[in-house]
C-alpha cells in the first residue's frame, strides 16, 4: 500500500500537488459575537495563575475562568466588546509571517474601523493590542497558530463596565488601563454595527472578495 501511495504522488505534477494543498485550505472565515462576562487565560498565565487568584477573578459578579490555547494573559470578554476570531491558512498568502498577520492584518483592521468609523485614532505599540495612547487600552489580542491554520483573535472594547479590566493587572501590564469607544466619544455604536466594519477591514487586508462573517447571539 506505501507503494502505489508514493507511486501515485509520484505521478502528479507540481501543479496538481499545489492544487490539492489549495483545496484543503480554508475559507477565511471570520466569527463575531460576544461572551458573557469570562475572564480568559493564555498560555503566558498557565503556570503563574494560582487557585486563589482564579477564585478573585470569579468573584468579579459571578464571573467564570477559562484556560486557553492561545497566546497573551489573563483578558476579560463580555458584554459591550467585540469579540472578533479570523480562521484563515497563512500558508494561502505568499510572505505573510505570524507577526505581519497580527500587525497588519487583526490589527491594522481594528485601528482602521476606530478611524474611520468613529475618528478614533489609535496606534501600536510594543505592548500587543491597540492603543488610544501609552496608558489606555481598546483593543487586545491573541492568537493560535496550528500548522499556520490561524485561531482566536482580537478584542474591540465598544461599551463595556470598565471595572472589570480596570480592577486587577491586565495582560501583565503595571499602570495600564482599559478604555472603550464610549469613554473616548460618548457614543455606544451597536455591537453589530462594529463587527460589520471589522468584516469589511479584514476582507481589504486580504484582498479576498468574502470573507465569511457568523454573528451567534451570546457566548
Not at 503566558?44 to 478573585?56: F, G, M, P, V, Y
Not at 460589520?196 to 465569511?212: F, N, R, T
Request: hydrophobic share 35%.
Amino acid at each position: 500500500m506505501k507503494t502505489r501511495r508514493m507511486e501515485r504522488r509520484n505521478e502528479l505534477t507540481d501543479q496538481a500537488l499545489i492544487s490539492q494543498v489549495h483545496s484543503l485550505q480554508p475559507t477565511p472565515t471570520l466569527l463575531t459575537f460576544q461572551f458573557e462576562n469570562v475572564y480568559a487565560g493564555g498560555l503566558r498565565s498557565k503556570n503563574e495563575l494560582n487557585a486563589r487568584d482564579r477564585d478573585n477573578l470569579e468573584k468579579m459578579d459571578n464571573c467564570r475562568y477559562y484556560q486557553l490555547e492561545r497566546g497573551g494573559q489573563v483578558t476579560w470578554h463580555g458584554q459591550g466588546q467585540l469579540v472578533s476570531y479570523l480562521i484563515m491558512d497563512l500558508k494561502a498568502y505568499e510572505n505573510l509571517s505570524t507577526k505581519c498577520y497580527v500587525s497588519n492584518v487583526l490589527l491594522k483592521s481594528a485601528q482602521n474601523v476606530l478611524k474611520k468609523g468613529y475618528g478614533i485614532d489609535s496606534i501600536q505599540t510594543e505592548n500587543p493590542g491597540v492603543w488610544i495612547n501609552d496608558d489606555a487600552k481598546i483593543g487586545s489580542v491573541g492568537i493560535r497558530v496550528r500548522h499556520g491554520i490561524t485561531d482566536f483573535g482580537i478584542s474591540l472594547n465598544v461599551n463595556p463596565d470598565l471595572k472589570y479590566m480596570n480592577t486587577f493587572e491586565m495582560c501583565g501590564l503595571k499602570e495600564k488601563k482599559a478604555t472603550s469607544i464610549y469613554e473616548q466619544i460618548g457614543a455606544t455604536p451597536k455591537i453589530q454595527e462594529v463587527a460589520d466594519l471589522y468584516a469589511k477591514e479584514i476582507g481589504e487586508a486580504l484582498e479576498v472578495d468574502k470573507v465569511v462573517s457568523t454573528t451567534p447571539n451570546h457566548f
